[in-house]
């Protein structure tokens, strides 16, 4: 059943869920783009396609506390700082990353040990996605056969010619929409079948829409790894992380402990990336010692390693963000053209 809501009426709808927890919806900041941000009266929507950074950052934050260690000459007390979390929403979550949390949930949710910490984000954690309606020429969603104008989530939106449209999804979604059913009226599904229609079309007309992936695939795990566009493509990386910390299924953490002084330590984790110089260091040395080795690493696990592992599964979504802030201009895309133009045609090992 669809669900609808004036759009001059949805402040009323996020004031609504505001007084029942914390609501985070995408707004301008002052650099001209938008990032998820606290919902206060007053706060407007952003119409911006998507933010810099994703939702992901809701459920597995920078930097995350994980325990405090107290020592008393040769007893150690070991403290759990996490408290309750109170329920939040966060609105406008488009179809890439929505996407993602399936991808990152496959790592934390559904492997031994599941990540309590990551886990009891998502409990908490409501996900009201909103369709695109113009994507962007990085987007290229649609070559992973993610369906834009139809995004997942606990309550599905849509914004067609001035009326939100909804759809609860969850048992989650379906508590959202029933405690603010004063505010809606039952809505046609016409017009958000129309914008579907349309939405699609203008993703499939997108300039990477067709990438073509075939050449990804696991039984060519040594050839791929072995090519030779990675000593060229790897020359002018400068191993910033920039792409690793704008893209929503990067979910790599390194664990560092401080000093709290009164023989205390506390010990977080903080993300981390595959194209520093001391990521994954052991006490021998680091297993990959070039910028080759570690740039190879990041594409190789996003197209080969992890669908391997996961069913065939790309870790990618195309939400173009790496594409938009890479400095150099780097970025999955290019790697993928570059290997399927040289892979048959002499230059890979």
């Not at 995408?26 to 911006?48: H, I, M, V, Y």
């Not at 609105?91 to 559904?110: P, T």
């Not at 390693?305 to 790309?314: G, I, K, L, S, V």
Request: net charge neutral.
């Amino acid at each position: 059943m669809m669900f609808t809501l004036p759009e001059s009426k949805i402040n009323e709808f996020f004031k609504l869920i505001a007084s029942k927890g914390e609501l985070y919806i995408p707004q301008d900041n002052n650099t001209g783009k938008a990032d998820f941000a606290l919902w206060n009266e007053g706060a407007k929507l952003s119409s911006a396609l998507k933010t810099v950074r994703s939702a992901k950052d809701f459920f597995f934050p920078k930097a995350e506390n994980l325990v405090n260690l107290r020592m008393e000459g040769k007893h150690v007390t070991v403290e759990d700082p996490r408290k309750e979390l109170n329920d939040f929403v966060v609105f406008g979550v488009r179809a890439c990353d929505a996407k993602s949390f399936e991808i990152v949930d496959a790592v934390y949710l559904n492997m031994d040990p599941v990540d309590s910490y990551y886990k009891n984000r998502r409990d908490h954690g409501t996900v009201i996605t909103l369709a695109c309606t113009e994507p962007a020429k990085t987007c290229f969603c649609h070559a992973y056969k993610i369906d834009a104008a139809a995004p997942a989530g606990d309550v599905s939106a849509w914004l067609c010619d001035g009326t939100f449209y909804f759809q609860p999804n969850t048992d989650k979604g379906k508590k959202i929409i029933e405690s603010a059913k004063s505010l809606f009226a039952e809505g046609d599904e016409a017009p958000v079948k129309k914008q579907q229609e349309e939405t699609r079309k203008k993703c499939a007309a997108t300039p990477f829409a067709n990438l073509d992936l075939s050449k990804w695939v696991g039984k060519d795990m040594l050839k791929i790894f072995n090519s030779k566009i990675w000593d060229s493509l790897s020359e002018s990386c400068l191993g910033c992380g920039t792409c690793t910390y704008v893209c929503p299924t990067c979910m790599c953490f390194d664990i560092r402990d401080f000093d709290s002084g009164a023989n205390g330590v506390k010990q977080f984790r903080c993300w981390d990336s595959c194209m520093y110089s001391d990521f994954t260091q052991m006490a021998a040395a680091n297993p990959r010692l070039t910028q080759k080795e570690r740039f190879r690493q990041r594409f190789m696990h996003k197209l080969v390693y992890y669908p391997m592992a996961h069913e065939d599964n790309w870790q990618c979504v195309g939400c173009g963000r790496c594409l938009e802030s890479c400095p150099i201009h780097m970025n999955i895309v290019k790697v993928i053209k570059t290997y399927n133009e040289n892979a048959d045609g002499g230059n890979a090992q």
